[in-house]
């Protein structure tokens, strides 16, 4: 069945940093990738989506230039937190869609900025 | 507006007991619905998807789910629940606002009871 690998799956920074978080989908090529934020007990709030080859398409309300989210082949997309803060603590979970399939998710990744 | 509502965000039942777990949405045209669950800490597992045809589908783990036009619902349920379904569940549905996306209502976190 479809796979997706999200790495790493958990990561500590200090503020001020950048951090990269990677997406592949490893049995199947997908055009259009989604990253997703998660507070603690609450929802997963869409944030973008990573279209293959061009720009991302950000969600109302989030910040461009915080996020960076590169698609640059069919298995793989990464979302860079950019001059983290603790507030950018949270965890983050991508999707890959899979056409006539659905939704197939990676395990997510904790990031913790101190 | 489009949205998707899991109006209960805790359902406490008893191991063997039926459960029902609730989801509407607000959406133009037809949507794909979809089930997922999260365990702690961990990414989505799909339970079940809805795209066309029978309104009752059958998923993995002996849950189903319905949906009802006239209602914009579909609701999830499982005749006898088992402690290890304790989780966190999230219904899904696919909007297409140029692009298609996945957006989740609030999660129902369920509880069994010995």
């Known amino acids: 069945g479809a796979v997706v690998s999200q790495h790493p799956s958990w990561v500590i920074c200090k503020s001020g940093t950048s951090v990269k978080i990677e997406c592949r989908s490893l049995?199947?090529?997908?055009?259009?990738m989604f990253w997703y934020r998660q507070f603690p007990k609450q929802s997963l709030m869409l944030m973008a989506t990573?279209?293959?080859?061009?720009?991302?398409?950000?969600e109302q309300g989030v910040e461009k230039d915080k996020f960076l989210i590169n698609h640059a082949s069919l298995t793989l997309s990464t979302l860079t937190v950019t001059s983290a803060h603790p507030e950018d603590s949270s965890f983050y979970i991508c999707?890959?869609?899979?056409?006539?399939?659905?939704?197939?998710f990676g395990s997510g990744t904790r990031l913790t900025v101190v | 507006a489009q949205s998707v509502t899991q109006p209960d965000i805790h359902i406490t039942v008893s191991e063997g007991a039926s459960l029902e777990l609730r989801c509407n949405y607000s959406?133009?045209?037809?949507?794909?619905l979809f089930w997922y669950v999260q365990s702690p800490g961990q990414g989505l597992q799909l339970l079940l998807k809805?795209?066309?045809?029978?309104?009752l589908v059958q998923g993995i783990k002996g849950f189903e789910a319905e949906f009802k036009r006239s209602q914009s619902s579909f609701n999830l349920r499982k005749p006898s629940v088992h402690w290890s379904d304790a989780a966190e569940y999230f219904c899904?549905?696919?909007?297409?606002?140029?692009?298609?996306?996945?957006?989740f209502g609030t999660g129902t976190r369920l509880l069994v009871s010995p």
């Open positions: 999707s890959a869609l899979r056409q006539g399939a659905g939704y197939t």
């Open positions: 049995d199947f090529q997908a055009t259009t």
């Open positions: 990573s279209n293959e080859g061009s720009k991302a398409t950000y």
């Open positions: 959406y133009g045209a037809t949507p794909y």
């Open positions: 809805y795209f066309s045809g029978d309104t």
């Open positions: 899904g549905v696919e909007m297409n606002t140029g692009f298609q996306k996945l957006v």
